[in-house]
């Protein structure tokens, strides 16, 4: 079992910058990928970017590629996305997610832990 919590969300004008933070507890953290997805008001819940377990290979979203940058210290058990340039589409609630396999997947079926997700919100 792995529980994960999201924190950072917020209110920030377009073009700022927000830094959200995946805490884990449980499972051996380093033995899992973790991914960050959002889900927008009537959309799908969509894949924004995944570390894998050891934090050496990483991957994107086009939408989000150049502008969020996904990291991980696994000493401190905690997934961090640094998300700058913000626009108003990036409004969504966030969420991570921890896999049991330490290699990236990017589809969310593959993914059985879930935070409870933060908010962010870009104003124009």
């Known amino acids: 079992q792995v529980q994960l919590v999201e924190s950072g969300g917020g209110l920030v004008q377009a073009g700022g910058s927000l830094r959200l933070s995946c805490a884990a507890s449980g499972r051996t953290f380093s033995n899992c990928a973790v991914g960050w997805f959002r889900q927008a008001p009537g959309k799908e819940r969509e894949f924004v970017a995944a570390?894998?377990?050891?934090?050496?290979?990483?991957y994107y979203a086009d939408s989000v590629k150049g502008r969020f940058t996904i990291s991980r210290d696994n000493a401190k058990n905690t997934v961090y996305l640094q998300m700058n340039s913000l626009k108003p589409e990036d409004t969504a609630v966030y969420y991570c997610?921890?896999?049991?396999?330490?290699?990236?997947?990017?589809?969310?079926?593959?993914?059985?832990?879930w935070g409870q997700g933060t908010q962010v919100t870009v104003s124009s």
């Open positions: 997610a921890a896999d049991t396999v330490a290699t990236i997947r990017i589809w969310r079926e593959s993914y059985d832990y």
């Open positions: 570390i894998g377990g050891s934090g050496r290979s990483t």
